[in-house]
DNA sequence: CGTGAAAACGTTATCTC
DNA sequence: GAGATAACGTTTTCACG
């Protein structure tokens, strides 16, 4: 990956509504290899997709909650359960499995701290969990898709 | 906001590059009350913009580390100088300033230990801080930029 | 890689019912 | 809201330098 293929994703990461003409105009290519260099990434699963982002207020989800699960069952049925479980919430947009302290950490959104109750004893009704605190945010800071570009070969 | 734009709204989520005539046939509408549809979310901030999301592991940052930072200094000079240098820098993903204990959580993403290590310097060095704390991420479970549509008025 | 051009396709806007 | 249509722009493909 070269210099042009990277200036094309850092294109495509900010605004992937542009058209082919203008994204060749800001890296410095003319259109016809512009498009065989997305179309490139494409196939190889580089750009994996394009996506519509909303506005979380608007859309009534302002309020963001850190959840931080320990559990004491480290055993592969219950884990299988649990994922299926948090991966079906809609209120879930990031879920990891963790090292050290925490076992798992949530990202969920929600429109105040009531549904975020609903959300919560969703989850713990779920599975047995040893472990639950739950973090607020009170300011959203910093929020991008955009991945750096310069580890990339 | 009615069920036909709760539809065309979870559509455009999930794939921005449909065509009109795709997402129109999905929700139920013929493409002239979708296109228009689309039009008014767009204009309102509903939707904000459309992107292209990248592949973590084909850019070598597969590692995903979450930093909590506490402070000792309240006061807005720290935070914003804070706050400008973190920013800046494009590894940190994600970033809240936080109610509780923790004072900030940090989004980082590297395709390595070291990498981490030099970005954790350069976090460090930016500014004074009371207390840094790292959690890698073992595995990312759920990820979506997809939120709940199900608040929406 | 670049240019240029043609065909295919999708979008936008308007109008009628 | 549906459906039709026309103008317009973009995408895609191609041949050639």
Known sequence: ?????????LCLQEN???SLEAIAAR??????????RIQ???AQGVIQRRVALLDPDRM?????VFVSVRTNRHNADWAER?????????EVVEFYRMSG????LLRIVVPDIAAYDRVYKRL????ELYDVSSAFAMERIKYTTALPVTYAE
């Open 82 to 90: 649990f994922c299926a479980a948090v991966v079906a919430i809609p």
């Open 124 to 127: 713990i009704q779920s599975v």
């Open 101 to 104: 302290e925490i076992d798992y």
């Open 16 to 18: 992937a509504a542009d």
């Open 60 to 64: 009534r989800v302002g309020v963001t």
């Open 1 to 9: 990956m070269d210099e042009f293929d990277r200036k094309i994703l």
């Open 40 to 42: 490139k990434m494409e």
């Open 27 to 36: 890296v410095g290519l003319s259109t016809s290899p512009c498009w065989r």
